[in-house]
């Protein structure tokens, strides 16, 4: 009797150190802050905007605390991998290399990328009429990807990469690219704001199919079921639409 008395108190106490365990549970999220309105930071240094918002969401119903923990775009899957955060909530859209290095959830948002470029300049986007011209994007994104594809890497015309979205908004406002390609929401936010008042979208999108999702480690399975499930919540009871409808007049989901 004295032994199976042992087992139980044995057996509570593990109950109570893994409940415990798992509300001390802390996750860090990987974002790049330099990307309005999905990921910045205010006035204040704090990380705000879209993806942010649906991180802080996510974690919450997960019932854990997160740390936010920024990082270079360049580098932030392989930061990811090297363990300085778990998970990237960064507008990182779902391709065929990036899932060799990386797991995703499903989609969180669709995108799409389209050029901007002068009001004033007569801009065409076929092909034909690209040939010659200088044109920006941030390195390391579909918009980039499609650039290379469709005459970049034959030498059509140039292409300016860059680090972040907002130094390729600032050459477009100094008049060192005819105009940038970029996603579609991103400039949509922009060309609202001082800098971008005498830009607007030029063409139709060239990609309508890009979709968005958060990265986990290879075979973090738990974690990403974990994010989907948190994800299918935050949509059904409403939380998505009030942080989507903050930052824009039309669903982005």
């Keep these: 009797m004295q032994t199976y008395k042992k087992f139980l108190l044995a057996a509570a106490a593990a109950l109570v150190f893994s409940a415990n365990a798992m509300a001390a549970e802390k996750l860090k999220m990987g974002i790049e802050a330099a ?8 006035a204040s240094g704090n990380v705000v905007g879209f993806d942010k918002d649906i991180g802080d969401a996510l974690c919450a119903k997960m019932k854990v605390e997160c740390e936010v923990v920024t990082s270079d775009w360049d580098g932030i899957i392989p930061a990811l991998n090297a363990k300085k955060f778990d998970f990237i909530v960064s507008s990182l859209s779902i391709t065929d290399e990036r899932k060799q290095a990386v797991d995703f959830t499903d989609p969180y948002y669709s995108n799409k990328q389209q050029f901007i470029a002068p009001k004033k300049v007569d801009f065409k986007t076929d092909k034909a009429s690209l040939k010659g011209k200088t044109l920006g994007t941030q390195r390391a994104t579909q918009a980039a990807t499609w650039l290379d594809d469709n005459g970049g890497m034959d030498g059509d015309f140039k292409v300016s990469l860059y680090d972040t979205q907002e130094n390729a ?10 105009a940038l390609l970029a996603d579609k929401y991103a400039n949509y936010d922009w060309l609202k704001s001082a800098a971008g008042q005498n830009y607007e979208f030029k063409g139709e999108p060239v990609n309508e199919s890009d979709k968005v999702g958060i990265a986990v480690r290879k ?4 974690l990403r079921n974990k994010l989907n499930a948190a994800l299918k919540e935050i949509v059904a009871d409403g939380t998505y ?12 989901y």
């Design 35 to 42: 990307y309005p309105p999905f990921n910045n930071k205010d």
């Design 169 to 178: 908004y600032l050459d477009l406002t100094s008049g060192r690219v005819d």
């Design 219 to 222: 075979g973090d399975n738990e």
């Design 241 to 252: 639409k009030k942080i989507n409808d903050k930052y824009f007049p039309f669903s982005i």
